[in-house]
């Protein structure tokens, strides 16, 4: 199965939502960095994830108020410095909506949800 682009999340978006009530779709596009939060340099990161836990929040980030859809896609194994790791794109009614949830998606599942391991040079 060929991996999503965001470019593909959103065209899966705008298929689902009724764009009277829509009126943006924020993405976030998550990728290794070369550094740890630490700043010590980063050979690659090892990505696993809870699926159970990731549907989980997203089921609960999609009810929020003024959301019509949100759609996520986490890249697991070896991940090197400049790959994708992450995609979220979140469509809703108006930006004081949709850009917490987003925000909030974003936090839960790298907290909840991804299990990642630096290794580190």
């Known amino acids: 199965?060929?991996?999503?682009t965001l470019s593909d999340l959103i065209?899966?978006?705008?298929?689902q939502v009724?764009?009277?009530k829509v009126g943006m779709i924020a993405c976030h596009n998550g990728v290794a960095r070369g550094t740890s939060r630490a700043g010590q340099p980063v050979e690659y990161l090892d990505i696993d994830l809870d699926g159970r836990v990731w549907e989980k929040i997203l089921r609960e980030m999609r009810s929020e108020p003024g959301i019509a859809?949100?759609?996520a896609y986490l890249f697991t194994g070896r991940r090197f410095?400049?790959?994708d790791v992450m995609f979220i794109a979140v469509a809703g009614d108006i930006r004081e909506n949709v850009l917490p949830?987003?925000?909030?998606?974003i936090n839960r599942l790298k907290?909840?949800?991804?299990?990642k391991q630096e290794k580190l040079l």
């Open 1 to 4: 199965m060929k991996e999503p």
């Open 11 to 15: 065209t899966k978006i705008k298929g």
């Open 18 to 20: 009724d764009f009277s």
């Open 69 to 71: 859809a949100l759609e």
């Open 81 to 83: 410095v400049g790959d």
């Open 101 to 105: 949830v987003l925000e909030k998606a």
């Open 111 to 115: 907290k909840e949800a991804v299990k």
